[in-house]
């Protein structure tokens, strides 16, 4: 059960990290489509 219990774990962490990873990448493939003065433009 405990050895269940930390690979449990141990994937879920990975999976955080994978989503943390691919969230970066989103907000720099947004950041190069968008500059500033477009976001200025929207207000």
């Known amino acids: 059960c405990y050895s269940a219990a930390t690979i449990e774990s141990s994937c879920l962490h990975e999976d955080e990290e994978a989503k943390a990873r691919a969230l970066w990448a989103a907000t720099r493939e ?10 200025a433009k929207m207000k």
Do not use: A, G, I
């Open 30 to 39: 947004l950041e190069r489509s968008f500059r500033k003065e477009s976001f």
